[in-house]
């Protein structure tokens, strides 16, 4: 199993430019993530989904989309880059949890983007 | 809401050393409890999980947590460390969803 992969692993864009962020996983895990990691500041949780066609903002979701067409992939989609979108963005997915017990979630490798 | 502390954002040891990195919780609900490493330009890796039953976690690499109720910690240990134990550490809570809180991390820097 690859596990959660990403692509790009690295991409620089400017201000005002688009981008899609692309991520896989071959687990069949029904929810995935997406966060972002800045410097000293820990991850914060952008958007999140529980399966396919449902999607939901998280902790930090302003300027970004998702879409969750399929189990296995949940890209997501910066309209207008801005340079407070520079940081390290991770997708992770996880098993689903019940009302007795949550599961870890797996990330993948992450994409440094850069605005400039 | 959850929160989490991670006590130190930087703990410099030498090799063959203990070491232990803090991180406290709170929450008034039923909480999980993980540490994950991050090692430089990678994803992070799971090194062990409190879900429920004995409050000694162990994990891979040698590491192992303690889950104290009463003071809301989860601090993670290691006998000895390596050099190639270099790395960031986060030590996030989750609740009865699928959500997960994340501190600041801490890094860890074992030195020859």
């Known amino acids: 199993n690859a596990g959660v992969t990403q692509t790009p692993k690295f991409r620089i864009l400017k201000i005002g430019q688009s981008m899609t962020l692309q991520c896989t996983q071959d687990?069949?895990?029904?929810?995935m993530y997406w966060y972002r990691q800045d410097p000293g500041m820990g991850l914060k949780l952008i958007y999140y989904s529980v399966g396919a066609g449902i999607t939901d903002k998280g902790e930090v979701p302003n300027g970004y989309n998702v879409s969750r067409s399929t189990t296995e992939d949940f890209p997501l989609r910066l309209e207008l880059a801005a340079p407070s979108q520079t940081s390290v963005y991770f997708c992770?997915?996880?098993?689903?949890?019940?009302?007795?017990?949550?599961?870890?979630?797996?990330f993948g490798p992450g994409t440094r983007l850069t605005v400039t | 809401a959850q929160s989490v502390t991670q006590l130190d954002s930087q703990v410099p040891v030498f090799e063959e050393a203990p070491v232990e990195l803090r991180c406290n919780y709170s929450?008034?609900?039923?909480?999980?409890l993980f540490w994950y490493v991050q090692y430089p330009n990678q994803g992070l890796q799971l090194l062990l999980k409190?879900?429920?039953?004995?409050?000694l976690v162990k994990g891979i690499n040698g590491f192992e947590a303690e889950f104290n109720k009463s003071q809301t910690s989860f601090h993670l240990r290691k006998p000895s460390v390596h050099i190639s134990d270099t790395a960031e550490y986060f030590c996030?809570?989750?609740?009865?969803?699928?959500?997960?809180?994340f501190g600041k991390g801490t890094l860890l820097t074992v030195n020859p």
């Open positions: 992770a997915s996880s098993w689903e949890p019940t009302s007795r017990k949550t599961y870890e979630q797996y």
């Open positions: 996030p809570s989750g609740g009865s969803n699928y959500k997960l809180t």
């Open positions: 929450s008034s609900v039923s909480v999980y």
């Open positions: 687990m069949n895990h029904n929810y």
């Open positions: 409190y879900l429920s039953g004995s409050t």
